[in-house]
């Protein structure tokens, strides 16, 4: 990241922090910013002027943490790599050839993206993970057949299977126990994808540590939608219409939120 970057990044986010209300007895809103807020959180895959892009070096260091991870995935099976620690990630790259052993850099930038301030490139919301080594106990998740996925036991598999029993139709979980290193995959493939652009993958995915993924929350879907499932596609169909009827649900990133994340009327917020 250039010194401009992260200047530009932290001028737009002191701007956004006054906006939707969350300082009302700070400065008087800027329509300007408000408005280029929204656009942004409504836009989520769009490229923006004052995005935070990482730096050539970092982008190809990022390009191999992503191919690196998805060996990683590969190696392990998709259900257990939703539960794998950043330890054991390291030793599965020193044990597979396949993966090869994390260089310096890599890991740089992997610490960097965890223990840096994520507002520096817009991303607003808690951080509820405080370790890059956490990991997920796993007697204290439970792995739901047919999802590859696993939920928290206690108030989050309660929440679960309520909302499948009385929503009903083709509701199932489609992410639930996410670990430091599958949040990490999920961002680092995101800004990749993006050419290094930090800015638009935070605007759909959390970054590693900032997610409630980690402590208990899940998303939910339409069996059979697959990538259709995180769109607001999601938000036109009767399982959706129904879950909201119930009451007593709360999505984490509702519409034109404070956090600097796109609608996601997917995501069901547990703690
Ligand atoms: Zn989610």
Known sequence: MDRRHFLQAMA??????????????QKPLDDASIKDYLFKIRHPDMHHASDVVADERTRAILANVNRRLTAVR?????GNF?????DEMLEFGRRYSQ???FTRAELDLL???FYEDASRYGFYGEKPLGKITQRVDLREVIKIPNTGHYVFA????TLYEKVLKQVGGNLTLTSGVRSVVKQMQLFVAKADAADGNLSLASRSLAPPGYSFHGVGDFDVGIRGWG??????????????RKLLDLGYIDIRYPQDNHQGVRFEPWHIKVT
Request: charged share 25%; with cysteine.
């Open 12 to 25: 737009a986010g002191a701007a956004c922090m006054q906006a939707p209300g969350l300082h009302a007895a």
């Open 74 to 78: 590969e190696v392990v099976g998709f």
């Open 82 to 86: 939703n539960v794998l620690s950043f």
């Open 99 to 101: 993966i090869g052993e």
């Open 111 to 113: 610490e960097s993206l």
């Open 154 to 157: 206690g108030k989050s598999l």
């Open 227 to 240: 990538e259709r499932n995180f769109t607001d596609d999601f938000a036109d169909t009767d399982e959706f």
